[in-house]
């Protein structure tokens, strides 16, 4: 049973471009959370999908936009690139209305130039 | 808001044991534990739910005082294999069973030397 996978696991932007990341969730579950780690910091939460809707968001932007496909996959899209959103960017998956251990991927390593 | 950690880093021998506390200025409903190696995903440890309730790893207890918004990770006889950054993750209020978020604090960098 594959876990959470997330693509591509490096990217290297410069400011003002555009980038979408991508996550497939593990079988069995419905929700996926996105959160944004800087380097020596917690994971910080960007926002919450569930039934293709967004249900939470953190205190981000609206550069930083996502979606969720019926199959429960998501993508986190960040516009206008600055070189402050360099950071490992992690996908969660978990199963709604129930409190586990949320699964993470391994990530994506985002550089802005 | 970010709940607090402490220590910052703490350094052991194997098999001495540590305390990692976590605070919150808010009312929880939940705390969540979480381990993580340099360049990995972070890993799931232990959920304390307010009313008592804990599910989690075999090795590893914790502690959730509703009333002081702190909890406590207590590893004991410590193992190489502990070394990483722990960090908490709070929920605060209740969503009503539906979806919730995790406020994760800036972590605590634990290393275990032979």
């Known amino acids: 049973d594959a876990g959470v996978t997330q693509s591509p696991t490096h990217l290297i932007k410069t400011r003002g471009q555009q980038v979408t990341l991508r996550c497939s969730p593990k079988s069995g579950h419905d929700t996926v959370s996105w959160y944004q780690q800087a380097l020596g910091q917690g994971p910080q939460f960007i926002f919450q999908?569930?039934?293709?809707?967004?249900?939470q968001r953190g205190n981000f932007p609206d550069r930083f936009s996502g979606h969720q496909f019926p199959n429960y996959s998501s993508e986190l899209n960040v516009n206008a690139l600055l070189l402050g959103d360099s950071a490992l960017y992690l996908c969660?998956?978990?199963?709604?209305?129930?409190?586990?251990?949320?699964?993470f991927g391994s990530g994506t390593q985002l550089s802005v130039l | 808001q970010q709940p607090v950690q402490s220590p910052q880093a703490v350094i052991l021998r194997e098999g001495e044991d540590a305390v990692i506390n976590c605070s919150s200025s808010k009312a929880l409903y939940s705390v969540h534990w979480y381990r993580q190696k340099h360049g990995e995903a972070p890993v799931f440890l232990m959920i304390?739910?307010?009313?008592?309730e804990q599910k989690g790893h075999e090795k590893i207890s914790a502690s959730f005082n509703e009333k002081k918004q702190q909890s406590s990770l207590y590893l004991t006889a410590s193992q190489l294999s502990y070394s990483g950054t722990y960090f908490c993750?709070?929920?605060?209020?209740?969503?009503?069973?539906?979806?919730?978020?995790?406020?994760f604090g800036k972590g605590t960098l634990l290393t275990v030397n032979p």
């Open positions: 304390l739910l307010k009313g008592g």
């Open positions: 993750g709070t929920e605060t209020g209740w969503s009503g069973g539906s979806n919730y978020k995790l406020t």
């Open positions: 969660a998956s978990s199963r709604t209305g129930i409190r586990e251990k949320l699964f």
């Open positions: 999908y569930y039934e293709e809707e967004e249900r």
